[in-house]
């Protein structure tokens, strides 16, 4: 699988794009100030009309609007409109973390394909997985390391039942620290 086919869209666009999943619905992905910022940028460089479109509640997070979709997503595309620079966990995705605290570990996992069609066509494609998984760890860490401790643990407590583990890392120590452990 070429991740860049597409005139340069990556291969989970394409996919992402034709989803009837639950994704984008009511999903509040986390951001670090620099994406917020990075956001920003983007959407002024490219004429996109998005306000304020960031909530803090426990965490800082993408809002969402009309129906519970994220505020990035456009009904009418079914697409992004920030999708090249779009949040870590957005990114990340079909590829999620939790934090175990007593192992002081971060542990991986991949959705179900059940809930997530390009998480299947992962499962299927042990190389391509194995790049996204690394992209993935990448951007789910910077997530990690830029927010506070509380903000983690509320972060730590959503459900994501229809996930299998891949596997677990030791937490970097900083944010072992940052957590008291």
């Known amino acids: 699988m070429n991740k860049n086919d597409d005139n340069?869209?990556?291969?989970?666009?394409?996919?992402c794009s034709h989803c009837q999943s639950i994704c984008c619905i009511d999903a509040k992905p986390p951001l670090t100030v620099n994406r917020k910022k990075i956001i920003k940028e983007y959407a002024l460089k490219n004429n996109i009309q998005i306000g304020d479109p960031f909530v803090y509640s426990e965490y800082p997070h993408v809002g969402v609007g009309e129906g519970a979709y994220c505020n990035f997503f456009n009904k009418?595309?079914?697409k992004?409109?920030?999708?090249?620079?779009?949040?870590?966990?957005?990114?990340?995705?079909?590829?999620?973390?939790d934090i175990n605290f007593?192992?002081?570990?971060?542990?991986?996992f991949l959705?179900?394909?059940e809930l997530c069609a390009y998480a299947g066509i992962l499962f299927d494609?042990?190389?391509?997985?194995?790049?996204?998984?690394?992209?993935?760890?990448?951007?789910l860490l910077s997530l990690v390391k830029d927010l506070s401790a509380d903000q983690?643990?509320?972060?730590?407590?959503?459900?994501?039942?229809?996930?299998?583990?891949?596997?677990d890392d030791d937490l970097p120590l900083q944010v072992a620290k940052k957590l008291g452990l």
């Open 80 to 97: 992004c409109i920030v999708h090249d620079v779009k949040p870590e966990t957005c990114v990340a995705g079909p590829i999620t973390f």
């Open 8 to 15: 340069g869209l990556t291969y989970s666009f394409n996919i």
């Open 76 to 78: 009418a595309t079914g």
């Open 102 to 108: 007593k192992t002081k570990k971060i542990e991986w």
């Open 125 to 139: 494609d042990k190389v391509s997985l194995e790049e996204h998984f690394e992209e993935a760890k990448k951007q």
């Open 111 to 113: 959705k179900k394909k």
């Open 152 to 167: 983690l643990r509320a972060i730590v407590k959503i459900e994501e039942p229809q996930t299998f583990k891949l596997s």
